[in-house]
């Protein structure tokens, strides 16, 4: 596992960092911060309103020099400058891969195909920003004439996960005065508990597929359609006044009964699970205002360029995603646990889970051969300190090796007594506890049974990223969605993987879509899958007769 992660199996760089973690294994952080007292102080950094403190990692600085020499070497500057030119990186698929387009200004170009798209991505902005205006004033009015008070988004994936994590992230700066629901799951409860106290004569619904013929999102859709005829008296003509589309497939959203004046457009070279900052964000806007939605596309925008000029060694998506890969592929970490200490961030690991894992869970090269190296840890965590009381244990006195990053503001967007004083006490603890966990002479000295020491003893030397900004804003949030962008392309650059394709979602679809016929055919229709399959549809099939 710890050949180079290219087509180069003998790049001098992976063998320098193979060579420097043999002398480095052993090495506690305690001896680390002992040798470096300053390293705390040293081993940071402080760009557009972050603060990446990875000074309680086990590395020295000779490491950092070490991955930057591999970023290097893997051509990280030429590859980023690629994606930001508009190159057909996602080779597999053909395409350019430009959600750094989606936050660019008006005065930008960036051209693709030979056609500037940053007068198109601004033309979609113009036309949310009027729409959400109109609903958001209660100029927009449902069939009935009552204005629009609930809005549900119905998607899955990339146009579920970015639009719910941003609506919890930036719920401080919502119009309270309206409800946003989300829909996702084909499981029909998701629908019905969404709904079950709406009013459909004051409820928009925000249909998004780039393709509209994705199964849940349709079968959801389509609940959606029954639901509001239903209570509205059967007349077609007020899908119109109800739905609108985030899709690129006129015709079909023409059938569906929308509006196509109504329809809110993106592009190919946008991948789902980077598009929350697109169209996809329409109920985003609807939550928070355009002005504040445009913030949040600036702090985006600053990341980017950040990632596309700063020197690795003080680049803060480029040095997350090398610690990423020497905790990985050097210190044998199989996972990383996204710990965000503010409640409002509550659903920021499942996005990283889909940004990271749909991203970076690939086994072969760009040039499909095999790769002989582990890449795409699971991302995974919850809010602290709602994690101290249910997985640390393991983080803290497993066995396993479970690197950390832990996100959080120095001021609280609700000052209450206090509560910030100790969350964030909480956050310097755990980090502090993890690096250098307690002796078993600390554990002796405090007077503790010697039956018990060895359970009271802390191993220490786990390693823990700490990201610090004042608080969280829409710039703030942009910002960090964008470190962890481009922190998986960094990874994904030196794994020479490709980043942007999916395929590895598209055969449970497909096998899907033959079952499900299969369910409701007769018990005698013949079935060809293997015996554990065919067995559990005919169990199907008898229940469900």
Known sequence: MNSHPS?????????????????????????????????GEEMVIDAIGLTLDYSKNRMYRET???????????????RIEAMFRGDRINTTENRSVLHIALRAPRTASIVVDGVDVVPQVHAVLDKMTA?????????????????????????????????????????????????FRFVSNIDGTDFVEATR??????????VSSKTFTTQETMTNALSAREWLLSGLGGDSEAVAKHFV???????????????????????????????????????????????????????????????????????????????????????????????????????????LQQ???????????????????????????????????????LIHQGTRLIPCDFIAFLESLHPIGDHHDKLFANVLAQSEALAFGKTTEQVIAEGTPQELVPHRVFEGNRPSNTILAQKLTPDILGKLVALYEHAVYTQGVIWNINCFDQWGVELGKALAQRIVPELTASSEAPLQHDSSTNALIRRYRDARS
């Open 7 to 39: 087509s180069h199996p003998q790049n001098p760089a992976w063998t320098a960092l193979t060579e420097h973690h043999h002398k480095l294994c052993h090495v506690h952080l305690r001896e680390l911060f002992a040798e470096e007292p300053l390293r």
């Open 64 to 78: 950092v020099a070490l991955l930057v020499q591999l970023a290097e070497s893997c051509h990280l500057r030429a």
């Open 131 to 179: 729409f959400c205006n109109r609903v958001r004033r209660g100029e927009w009015k449902g069939y009935t004439g009552n204005r629009i008070r609930n809005i549900v988004n119905i998607g899955i994936g990339g146009s579920d996960l970015g639009p719910v994590m941003a609506y919890e992230a930036l719920k401080h700066y919502s119009d309270r005065s309206l409800v």
């Open 197 to 206: 106290d709406l009013d459909p004569s004051e409820t928009l619904v925000i």
């Open 245 to 351: 589309a985030v899709s690129t497939n006129a015709e079909k959203v023409s059938q569906f009964g929308i509006d196509t004046a109504n329809m809110f457009g993106f592009w190919d070279w946008v991948g789902g699970r980077y598009s929350m900052d697109s169209a996809i964000g329409l109920s985003t806007m609807l939550a928070i205002g355009p002005e504040a939605f445009l913030e949040m596309l600036g702090g985006f925008h600053a990341m980017d360029e950040h990632f596309r000029t700063t020197p690795f060694d003080r680049n803060l998506p480029a040095m997350l995603g090398l610690i990423s890969v020497w905790n990985c592929n050097f210190l044998g970490a199989h996972t990383l646990a996204i710990l965000p200490y503010d409640q409002y961030l509550k659903r920021f690991p499942a996005y």
């Open 355 to 393: 940004l990271t894992m749909e991203s970076n869970g690939k086994q072969v090269t760009l040039d499909g051969q095999r790769v002989s190296h582990s890449t795409g840890p699971i991302y995974w965590g919850e809010p602290g300190t709602n994690g101290q009381h249910s997985f640390y244990q």
